[in-house]
């Protein structure tokens, strides 16, 4: 079973940049599709991006396209979301995701905040 730990948010002013990340242990990490949520207070928790488990395929939520981009370092068993232009919408706790066979995993969520 994968653990998951988050790092790398913070606060950030609008039109700044974050890379958070998420290491894995645990698990056999190439095995697994990786992928961030978010979940914005009094909202539900929203898909942001996932990567396949080689790296080569990503998909992306319509309202972080061209400015989020997911990858991965399987030799580090790391999955980063560097997140460029932030808006004040974007603030939210993020969270990393691992799916394998029908199985999801959860890291315990990083803060990110963008003030206006």
């Known amino acids: 079973q994968v653990q998951l730990v988050e790092s790398g948010g913070g606060l950030v002013q609008a039109g700044g940049s974050l890379r958070p990340s998420c290491a894995a242990s645990g698990g056999t990490f190439d095995r697994y599709v990786m992928g961030w949520f978010r979940q914005a207070p009094g909202k539900e928790r929203e898909f942001v991006a996932s990567?396949?488990?080689?790296?080569?395929?990503?998909s992306y939520a319509d309202s972080v396209k061209g400015r989020f981009t997911i990858s991965r370092d399987n030799g580090k068993n790391t999955v980063y979301l560097q997140m460029n232009t932030l808006k004040p919408e974007d603030t939210a706790v993020y969270y990393c995701?691992?799916?394998?066979?029908?199985?999801?995993?959860w890291g315990q969520g990083t803060q990110v905040t963008v003030s206006s």
């Open positions: 995701h691992a799916s394998l066979w029908g199985l999801n995993y």
């Open positions: 990567i396949s488990r080689s790296g080569g395929k990503t």
